[in-house]
């Protein structure tokens, strides 16, 4: 089974210089989530709902990268590809979702105790 991985880590915007030295962070996560909801994909109640649950995820997610499936991730790179007003900031969020890397993963199996 395959899978997208997508990097969650926050990035230096290093366009943008703080008074007194160094670079603000750029939110990924709560960027990521606000995408999914973009006007433009136009969602139906249906879709919402699904894109509220990879929102959730993401902000959920206790490390530093998700697996997405594929399913979900086209849902993200759309998001991506109709959206418009996009800045330089987000110039590296968009390149980690078109360009998320294929891994392959194994499906968990669960035992039942009878």
Not at 30 to 43: D, H, M, N, R, T
Request: charge should be negative.
């Amino acid at each position: 089974m395959q899978a997208r991985k997508l990097d969650l880590a926050d990035y230096p915007l290093n366009h943008i210089v703080i008074p007194g030295g160094g670079h603000p962070q750029y939110d990924v996560r709560g960027s990521l989530s606000a995408l999914c909801f973009v006007p433009e994909l136009q969602l139906n109640g249906t879709a919402l709902m699904q894109m509220q649950e990879i929102a959730k995820a993401i902000l959920d997610c206790p490390d530093q990268s998700i697996l997405l499936n594929e399913q979900d991730w086209q849902k993200l790179k759309r998001a991506c590809e109709v959206h418009v007003g996009f800045t330089r900031a987000e110039v590296e969020l968009v390149r980690r979702v078109t360009e998320a890397v294929t891994v392959e993963v194994q499906e968990a199996t669960q035992e039942i105790q009878t």
